[in-house]
């Protein structure tokens, strides 16, 4: 069983959401090693304001690892990158759509090509990077330090065979829960984009969040962070209340739950390795 640690000393494996939701994602990953950003959806300026409000110095971040190329998850890449001097972990199709796209979010130099399945290591941490089904070529990531684990998949449209064996067996798992199907419906937005969202290509719903929970938790799994929740077609509280009502039915009280907010971040999460 895994030792969630208190103490400053204990302090070596970790991840601190910065937020999640349309408008911006980030996370501090904390190896043994250093620190490194899971994508920079901020503008540099408010990620450095984001790690200074839980006591991260910005200038500790070692390198930057983007999931896709949605300017909610690279809006800070470049200029951050440049300002901090630390290589960016792309894959090759994300780089290019960024260049063709959002050229002003495109790293600049200092790029470092990752591929779906090739593991690497960075600040101590072991990283596995996974294809996941998205509108455009996607990442999520499993971190690993000896057999502590944390799982992150936000923005994919299907849970598939392949992120649920990665996924399984996280102690902390960030997992979205982007939508509830009836206030999507009722959003007003244009079919053909509730349609994207709902499509294998789209988002998870509360409800394929909350499903899969049976198949990725073991009796490891200590916290689960639900993310990427839609301001406008959900409900932090509703996910809140599903997550506890699916857990009970797995006779699981005694996960932890929070739900990551798109203005304020979350508290450190820290293991004992
Ligand atoms: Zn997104
Ligand atoms: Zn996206």
């Keep these: 069983m895994i030792e969630f ?70 809006k800070g890449c470049r200029v951050f990158g440049k300002k901090y001097n630390i290589p960016v972990y792309i894959q090759q199709e994300t780089y290019l759509e960024l260049k063709e796209h959002y050229e002003k979010y495109a790293p600049e130099e200092d790029v470092v090509l990752i591929t779906p399945g090739s593991a690497f290591d960075c600040c ?12 455009v070529a996607a990442l999520a990531y499993i971190f690993q330090v000896e057999d502590h684990k944390i799982g992150y998949a936000t923005d994919l449209g299907w849970m598939s065979p392949l992120v649920k064996r990665k996924l399984h067996d996280s102690q902390i798992l960030i997992l979205e829960s982007n939508y509830d199907p009836v206030k999507l419906r009722n959003s007003g937005r244009p079919i053909s984009t509730i349609r994207r969202i709902m499509g294998r290509q789209g988002h998870l719903s509360n409800d394929e969040a909350m499903s899969s929970l049976g198949d990725l938790i073991t009796r490891n799994t200590r916290k689960i962070v639900f993310a990427h929740i839609s301001q406008e077609c959900n409900d932090r ?37």
Aim: overall charge negative; glycine content about 6%; proline content about 3%.
């Design 124 to 135: 101590g941490v072991h990283i596995e990077p996974f294809e996941i089904s998205h509108d």
């Design 237 to 273: 509280v509703l996910v809140n209340d599903l997550a506890m009502k699916q857990l009970a039915d797995l006779n699981r009280e005694d996960i932890l739950v929070e739900i990551a907010s798109q203005s304020t971040p979350l508290e450190t999460m820290w293991m004992k390795v």
């Design 5 to 74: 640690a208190e103490t400053a000393s204990c302090r070596n494996f970790g991840i601190t959401v910065l937020g999640s939701g349309s408008k911006g994602n980030s996370s501090v990953i904390h190896g043994t090693k250093g620190n490194f950003l899971l994508d920079a959806g901020f503008s540099a300026k408010e990620l450095a304001a984001r790690m200074e409000d839980r006591d991260i110095d910005p200038c500790s971040i070692q390198a930057i690892l983007v999931t896709h190329a949605h300017q909610d998850h690279t």
